[in-house]
C-alpha cells in the first residue's frame, strides 16, 4: 500500500545557540507524532550574520543528532579535545549516549552563505546511556546511485536499489538520503510498514497525491509499504528519512532527552556538579 500524506509541515522561524536564526521544521510538540525522531533544522541562510553566532558549548545526553551540511562550513569541538569541520557534502552523526558537551560553530563559505540541516534521533531506553561516539562522513563515503531515468540519490544510512549507505549499527534503524528528481519523473521506494517516514523539500517541487510539496516544506507521511512522489516542472530535491519507532515514554529539557523527569533532574544535577561526562572517548 503506497503510503499517503499524514500532515504538511512548513516550520517556525526561531532564534537558537547564541542567537542563530534558523527555521525549526518540526520539534515544537507532540514528540510522538515523529517517533524515533524529535527534531528537525534548517540552517541555511545566504547572510553569514544570521548563524556566525553558532551554538556554543553546550551538553546532550540520550540522543543522536545527524548534522548534514551542503553548502558551506561548520566547526566544531568537545569537552574532550575533539574538534573538525563538517564541510560541503558532510554529514556528522553523533550519539550523544551518555553524555557529550560539544560547540557547533557554522563558518559558511567564501560568500557567507550556508546550507545545511539537523535531525535529532531518540535513543530507546536501554541505549541511553551508551558511550558517546561520532561519525564523520566524508563525501568520498557516500554512495551514489543514478537510475536509468536519470534520479541521483546519495545513501548515508540505509539501502535502495541494492546500494547500502555507511551508518550501521543505528537502534533505530534509519534510512537517510538525499535524492535529485529531474522533471516530471516518478520516484518510488519501498518502506518498512509501521516506520516513521517523512521527506523534507530542498529545491523545486513534487506532487503527491494531489498535494504540491514545495522547497522548504516536510512531509509526514502514513504507514505503508512504499512512498511516490512525481517531480514537478523543475524537478526536485529532497531528504528521504525513515525510523523505526521505540514507543517508550519521552522526558524532553533542552538538549537532553531522557523517559523519566527523575532522569533529567539527575542529569542537570550532574551537570551543575560536574559529574556529567560517564565515558571518554
Not at 518502506?191 to 517516514?197: A, D, E, R
Request: proline share 5%; glycine share 10%; net charge negative.
Amino acid at each position: 500500500m503506497n503510503r499517503t500524506i499524514r500532515q504538511i509541515f512548513s516550520g517556525q522561524k526561531v532564534l537558537e545557540g547564541a542567537g542563530v536564526k534558523l527555521r525549526r521544521i518540526f520539534g515544537f510538540a507532540n514528540p510522538e507524532l515523529f517517533d524515533p525522531f524529535l527534531l528537525f533544522d534548517d540552517f541555511s541562510s545566504e547572510n553569514r550574520q544570521d548563524f556566525i553566532k553558532g551554538f556554543p558549548w553546550h551538553p546532550h545526553r540520550g540522543i543522536e543528532t545527524i548534522t548534514y551540511v551542503l553548502k558551506g562550513d561548520v566547526e566544531h569541538g568537545d569537552s574532550l579535545g575533539n574538534k573538525g569541520v563538517i564541510s560541503t557534502g558532510e554529514v556528522q552523526w553523533m550519539t550523544a549516549g551518555s553524555g557529550i558537551i560539544h560547540q557547533e560553530m557554522p563558518i559558511g563559505d567564501s560568500a557567507g552563505a550556508l546550507t545545511g540541516f539537523q535531525l535529532w534521533a531518540n535513543l530507546p531506553a536501554s541505549h541511553k546511556m551508551m558511550i558517546p561516539r561520532y561519525r564523520s562522513i566524508t563525501p568520498a563515503d557516500i554512495p551514489v546511485l543514478t537510475r536509468n531515468d536519470k534520479t541521483v540519490i546519495k545513501v548515508v544510512a540505509g539501502s535502495i536499489d541494492g546500494v547500502r549507505g555507511p551508518v550501521d549499527d543505528v537502534i533505530i534503524d534509519p534510512e537517510y538520503m538525499d535524492i535529485a528528481v529531474e522533471a516530471e519523473v516518478e520516484f518510488t521506494h519501498a518502506t518498512h510498514n509501521g516506520y516513521t517516514v517523512f521527506i523534507y523539500c530542498i529545491e523545486g517541487t513534487a506532487s503527491i497525491g494531489e498535494n504540491t510539496v514545495e522547497a522548504g516544506q516536510l512531509v509526514l507521511f502514513n504507514d505503508g509499504n512504499a512512498m511516490s512522489l512525481a517531480a514537478g516542472s523543475n524537478g526536485v530535491r529532497f531528504l528521504f528519512c525513515s525510523g523505526k519507532p521505540l514507543h517508550e515514554s519521552i522526558a524532553w529539557r533542552g538538549p537532553i532527552v531522557m523517559n523519566t523527569d527523575e532522569e533529567l533532574d539527575l542529569a542537570f544535577a550532574e551537570l551543575q556538579q560536574d559529574t556529567f561526562i560517564k565515558h571518554r572517548i
